[in-house]
Every structure is written in structure tokens, then in C-alpha cells.
């Protein structure tokens, strides 16, 4: 029997173990594959912490695929036990526990890591990040002590732990740098909407405010802010959302090409041949991606190359953000502002709590935002995927797929009449 292609996968979060399952479709039969993961789970759905985090999941229904899905699979899993090193020369990696495994193919979906503001008094206990199940479970313990809780970051992740943290009983301000939330998903009136919405629900907001310093000796006490009066507000815990950025530590480390993020090329190929990257930590065309459509679709074209079969080519994505902001339906796709040349489409009905702007140009939808109702959003994306032209149903555009479809009805039926 021939010896098996040996791939280790390091990173066992959401794109990486998509690829694999990809592969497994294609070649279940080509590789030895081993998986190294630094939590000591099995591969779980990262969308999915903020249910946990405010008590509607618990883990068990967050996992994706638990121990028993790699046993069955004949998939070697090293849990809790970190990647240090790639000996790119020996061709084999390190591991915290140390492990020296041998690879033939390598395939890097080493995610992102949280950006932690750079201020005095970020080593304090009480300062977490949101981006694991451990976070989730330290912002947990916080909150049984109650008290006051500081998220720094109004983007998602920084509005989810904030709801969260305030459904388990903790009086929560959202401390954000800019004077909107949420700025790359949305524009100021749908931001605006947002805010005054959270706020009813008990959130409070320091909006425009940079963090100067994590206040406290060997617990976090407050937070002080750079104005003018030195401000400052108490905490009990503070949680860092203040964005993301590509894990590529160790892909640099091992002296593979970065930029923003791992660089690689239409098939996932890093600048050597046996390794592939996948994910947040990747680097494609000078963009990186975080939402969850571009992931798959890149894990799917290395899968088809690690299998060999080597048909698909990633050319980039154009994304679409559909969210449920604590309960609330956003989304958002394209250029949403425009330029001088574009043109707004607006409808506003602030009673229901819902508003819709399309941006046009050239007949063309090149960005939407959607906010309180989002049933159209996928219709108005299929339009600018497609780049249609839209100035038949221009009139009832801003209403949606319905309106817009009973319109070309009763053109199509006059135009009968008329032929008759």
C-alpha cells in the first residue's frame, strides 16, 4: 500500500477545517492529515460566541465538529497545543508541547488575533479580548460579580459584548474612537438609528473618545480618556474590541511573504509551492477578508488544488455584511457613500424602525444599507454582482424584489396589449 501525502493543517478554526472538508469531498483517500489547534476544543462556530456569550447557545451547540468527527476521519488532532515553529528546509513543524511532525503539503488558516490598544494598564486582570471561547467564559465570571463593564470599539463584536455583557446584569458604555458605530457596515442615519436603539435598551455610549491609559494596581479600576479634563469612568472589566488583525507570525517567522496578511495567489499558494493559507490570515490581490462567504469560497479552491485536481481560481470577493445586531437586522453591501456621480435612493419609515439607502450610478447598484429590514438585501447584491441595469424598475427600486417584480409584470402585460 502507497505511503499517504502527509498535510498538516495549522489552525483549527473555521476556514482551515473548511478546507479540509472540501478536500475530504474531493480526495478522502490522498492525505495523512494532521490538525494542530491552540484551544482545547474541536472545531467551533466563532459567529456563534455571542449567543454563548449572552446565554442563548451553550458550547456544545456551537461546535461545528466535535472530537468524534476527526476520529471517524482518521484525522490526527493535537488540541491546545500551539504551532511555534515551520522548519521549511526539514519540512516538518513545532509545536509547544514538542511535537516535531513532518509535513508534505502545509496548509496555514492561522486566523486573526484581536488589536489591543497600546495604552498603560492593558496587563491588568479584568482587560479580555473577545474572540474565544475563553474570553467568553472570562467575561462570564466577570459578569457574575457583577459591576460596571468598558467595551472599547463600537464596531460588531465590540456591540455584541456589550449586549451580552448587559443581559447578564452588568451596566455597560461602549467607549468608540469615531463618531459613528459600526462605521464600515453602515452610514451615519443607519448608525444613528443603531445607537438610539441600544441605548433604549439599556447600553450607554462615549462616542469620539480615545483611551489613555487602563486604570488600576493589579485590577482594573477604570478607564481614562485623552480630552482635555483627563476624564475618566470606573470599570470592574474592560473588554478590547478594537478590530482584528491577520495572525502571520509564525508564516513571517518562517520566512514566507506577508504584507497585510499571508500573501497569496488565485489558487491559495503562499510563495512556497507546499504551503496554502486560507482565512483571516491571508492576503489576497492586497485585500483581506473576514466575513464568512470569502473564507468559504477560498477554502474551496485550495481544497480542489491540495486534491490535485486543481480546477478553481479565487479572484477576489465582493462582500456582503448580513448581520443581527443584538436582534436587530442590518445589512450592508458595496460603496454605500458614492461619489459625486452616484446617486441615492433613500426610504425612511422611523416608526417601524427601518431605512434603506441605494446608492446608483450609471443605472447601476454599486452599494446598499440596510437597516430594521433586510428581506431585500441578497436581491439588491444579486443586481450589483451582475451589474444590471436598473432603470426599468428605478421608480419602485427602493422598495424591494416585490415591487420591482410587479412592475415588470404589468410591463410585460401591456407590451402583450399593445402587440394584440
Same mark, same amino acid.
Given at each position: 500500500? *502507497?505511503k499517504?501525502?502527509r498535510?498538516?493543517?495549522?489552525? &483549527?478554526?473555521?476556514?482551515? /477545517?473548511?478546507?479540509?472538508?472540501?478536500?475530504?469531498?474531493i480526495?478522502?483517500?490522498?492525505?495523512?492529515?494532521?490538525?494542530?489547534?491552540t484551544?482545547?476544543?474541536?472545531?467551533y462556530?466563532?459567529i456563534?460566541l455571542?449567543p454563548?456569550l449572552?446565554?442563548?447557545?451553550s /458550547?456544545?451547540?456551537?461546535?461545528? &465538529?466535535?472530537?468524534?468527527?476527526?476520529?471517524?476521519?482518521?484525522?490526527?488532532l493535537?488540541?491546545?497545543?500551539?504551532?511555534?515553529?515551520i522548519?521549511?528546509?526539514?519540512? &516538518?513543524?513545532?509545536?509547544e508541547?514538542?511535537r516535531e511532525?513532518?509535513?508534505?503539503?502545509?496548509?496555514?488558516?492561522?486566523?486573526?488575533?484581536?488589536?489591543?490598544?497600546?495604552?498603560?494598564?492593558v496587563?491588568?486582570d479584568?482587560?479580555?479580548? $473577545? +474572540?474565544?471561547?475563553?474570553?467568553v467564559?472570562a #467575561?462570564?465570571s466577570?459578569?457574575q460579580?457583577?459591576?460596571?463593564a468598558?467595551?472599547?470599539?463600537?464596531?460588531?463584536?465590540?456591540?455584541?459584548?456589550?449586549?451580552?455583557?448587559?443581559?447578564?446584569?452588568?451596566?455597560v458604555?461602549?467607549? %468608540?474612537l469615531?463618531?459613528?458605530? #459600526?462605521e464600515?457596515?453602515?452610514d451615519?442615519?443607519a448608525?444613528?438609528?443603531?445607537?438610539?436603539?441600544?441605548?433604549?435598551?439599556?447600553? +450607554? $455610549? #462615549?462616542?469620539?473618545?480615545?483611551?489613555? =491609559?487602563?486604570?488600576?494596581?493589579?485590577h482594573?479600576?477604570?478607564?481614562?480618556?485623552?480630552? @482635555?479634563?483627563?476624564?475618566?469612568?470606573?470599570?470592574?472589566l474592560?473588554?478590547?474590541? =478594537?478590530?482584528i488583525?491577520?495572525n502571520? &507570525?509564525?508564516?513571517?517567522?518562517?520566512?514566507? %511573504?506577508?504584507?497585510?496578511?499571508?500573501?497569496v495567489?488565485?489558487?491559495?499558494?503562499?510563495?512556497?509551492?507546499?504551503?496554502?493559507?486560507v482565512?483571516?490570515c491571508v492576503?489576497? +490581490?492586497? =485585500?483581506?477578508y473576514?466575513?464568512?462567504?470569502?473564507?468559504?469560497?477560498?477554502?474551496?479552491?485550495?481544497?480542489? %488544488?491540495?486534491?490535485?485536481?486543481?480546477?478553481?481560481?479565487?479572484?477576489?470577493?465582493l462582500? @456582503?455584511?448580513?448581520?443581527?445586531?443584538?436582534?436587530?437586522?442590518?445589512?450592508?453591501?458595496?460603496d454605500?457613500?458614492g461619489?459625486?456621480?452616484s446617486?441615492a435612493?433613500?426610504?425612511? *419609515?422611523?416608526?417601524?424602525?427601518?431605512?434603506?439607502?441605494?446608492?446608483?450610478?450609471n443605472?447601476?447598484?454599486?452599494?446598499? /444599507?440596510?437597516y430594521?429590514?433586510?428581506?431585500?438585501g441578497?436581491?439588491? $447584491? +444579486?443586481l450589483?454582482?451582475?451589474?444590471?441595469?436598473?432603470?426599468?424598475?428605478?421608480e %419602485?427600486?427602493?422598495?424591494?424584489? =416585490?415591487y420591482a417584480?410587479d412592475e415588470?409584470a404589468?410591463?410585460?402585460?401591456?407590451?402583450?396589449?399593445a402587440s394584440?
Open positions: 500500500m *502507497d499517504k501525502t498535510l498538516i493543517l495549522i489552525g &483549527n478554526g473555521m476556514a482551515g /477545517v473548511r478546507a479540509v472538508e472540501e478536500l475530504l469531498k480526495a478522502p483517500d490522498l492525505y495523512d492529515v494532521t490538525v494542530f489547534g484551544e482545547p476544543y474541536g472545531n462556530n466563532r456563534l455571542s454563548l449572552s446565554g442563548e447557545k /458550547v456544545d451547540e456551537i461546535m461545528t &465538529n466535535p472530537r468524534a468527527w476527526y476520529e471517524e476521519r482518521s484525522i490526527t493535537h488540541t491546545g497545543d500551539t504551532v511555534t515553529r522548519d521549511r528546509k526539514r519540512r &516538518n513543524v513545532h509545536s508541547s514538542g511532525v513532518p509535513y508534505d503539503r502545509l496548509l496555514l488558516a492561522t486566523g486573526s488575533e484581536p488589536f489591543v490598544i497600546p495604552v498603560p494598564g496587563e491588568l479584568g482587560v479580555i479580548t $473577545f +474572540r474565544d471561547i475563553g474570553d467564559n #467575561m462570564l466577570a459578569a460579580r457583577g459591576g460596571k468598558v467595551v472599547i470599539g463600537g464596531g460588531l463584536l465590540g456591540l455584541e459584548a456589550a449586549y451580552g455583557l448587559h443581559k447578564r446584569g452588568m451596566a458604555t461602549v467607549v %468608540h469615531l463618531g459613528r458605530l #459600526m464600515r457596515q453602515l451615519p442615519t448608525a444613528e438609528l443603531l445607537r438610539h436603539s441600544l441605548t433604549q435598551r439599556g447600553l +450607554r $455610549f #462615549m462616542m469620539g473618545k480615545q483611551t489613555s =491609559a487602563i486604570l488600576g494596581d493589579t482594573v479600576t477604570g478607564v481614562r480618556f485623552k480630552d @482635555a479634563d483627563d476624564s475618566e469612568i470606573e470599570a470592574d474592560v473588554v478590547m474590541a =478594537a478590530g488583525r491577520p502571520m &507570525n509564525l508564516a513571517r517567522e518562517a520566512g514566507l %511573504h506577508c504584507g497585510k496578511g499571508v500573501v495567489n488565485d489558487t491559495m499558494q503562499t510563495y512556497d509551492p507546499r504551503i496554502y493559507a482565512g483571516e492576503e489576497h +490581490r492586497k =485585500a483581506t473576514g466575513l464568512l462567504a470569502p473564507l468559504w469560497e477560498q477554502a474551496k479552491v485550495c481544497a480542489s %488544488h491540495l486534491a490535485q485536481v486543481g480546477y478553481g481560481r479565487y479572484p477576489g470577493s462582500t @456582503a455584511t448580513q448581520l443581527k445586531v443584538t436582534g436587530i437586522d442590518v445589512y450592508s453591501a458595496g454605500f457613500t461619489d459625486e456621480d446617486e435612493l433613500v426610504y425612511k *419609515d422611523i416608526r417601524r424602525g427601518v431605512y434603506k439607502r441605494v446608492m446608483l450610478k443605472n447601476r447598484i454599486t452599494g446598499a /444599507v440596510l430594521g429590514d433586510t428581506r431585500d441578497g436581491w439588491y $447584491f +444579486r450589483m454582482q451582475a451589474g444590471s441595469d436598473i432603470a426599468a424598475t428605478r %419602485h427600486l427602493i422598495f424591494g424584489a =416585490a417584480d415588470q404589468e410591463r410585460s402585460e401591456e407590451s402583450l396589449a394584440a
